[in-house]
């Protein structure tokens, strides 16, 4: 049974500090890994998806790589700002599970000016 | 290109009573699956549906269950409300439904059961 991971749960940094965000995850056998924003109440927001051949993805000030054979992936933000604030989520697909992804508890973070 | 679409908003219910939850997916997808959030369990997977037909199911009890219309829209049903079933519910769509195929996600309903 997958199982993911996120590191840590909760993360304050003042604006302008650039971070990490760490999942893992049980079985390498995955079709992709995704990282999600959720803003409180609110639905998912897909940030990067890494196919399972790929090592990391980019878009803006978020780099996301993937390490499948440790079973470990980070999600890199540049620069932050509180406009960043929210939950990170990351969720691995996998096997034949139709519509299925397993998702990571999040990481809460907290960019304060 | 409208996005997923999840109606109510927002829901309160008392225990014992049913409830009819309905997801629009993207234009032209095909496939809608479907997501209970608690801050207890976080996020975890209920059913999925493509082509009217369920492919996949969550270790959820029988009396959440779902459908899907000839134009891909979705409906979840929870009959005999608990208090857990409190929750945020997320559908999403895909469009050919493959695994692993990039999941597009609502904004959701609040369930609370009183």
């Known amino acids: 049974k997958q199982e993911v991971t996120q590191i840590p749960a909760a993360l304050s940094v003042p604006e302008g500090e650039n971070l990490v965000l760490n999942c893992s995850f049980t079985?390498?056998?995955?079709?992709?890994l995704q990282w999600f924003r959720q803003d409180p109440g609110k639905g998912l927001t897909s940030l990067l998806l890494?196919?399972?051949?790929?090592r990391e993805q980019t878009s803006g000030r978020l780099n996301a790589s993937l390490d499948k054979s440790s079973g470990r992936s980070t999600l890199y933000i540049a620069a932050s700002q509180p406009g960043d604030s929210a939950t990170y989520l990351c969720?691995?697909?996998?096997?034949?599970?139709?519509?299925?992804?397993?998702f990571g508890q999040g990481t809460i973070l907290t960019v304060h000016p | 290109k409208a996005g997923v679409t999840q109606t109510p908003r927002y829901l309160i219910k008392t225990r014992g009573q049913q409830v009819t939850l309905s997801c629009s997916p993207i234009?032209?997808?095909?496939?809608v699956s479907w997501y209970q959030q608690t801050p207890g369990q976080g996020l975890q997977f209920l059913f999925e549906?493509?082509?009217?037909?369920?492919?996949n199911k969550g270790n959820f009890p029988g009396r959440f269950s779902g459908r899907q219309f000839s134009n891909s829209r979705s409906e979840m049903n929870v009959s005999t409300l608990e208090l857990g079933d409190s929750a945020l519910y997320l559908c999403?769509?895909?469009?050919?439904?493959?695994?692993?195929?990039?999941?597009?996600f609502g904004s959701g309903t609040q369930l609370s059961v009183l």
């Open positions: 969720a691995v697909a996998g096997g034949t599970s139709y519509g299925k992804l397993t």
């Open positions: 079985d390498s056998a995955i079709y992709n």
């Open positions: 234009s032209g997808h095909r496939s």
């Open positions: 999403a769509s895909s469009l050919a439904g493959d695994v692993g195929e990039k999941l597009f």
């Open positions: 549906y493509f082509s009217e037909t369920q492919r």
């Open positions: 890494i196919q399972s051949s790929q």
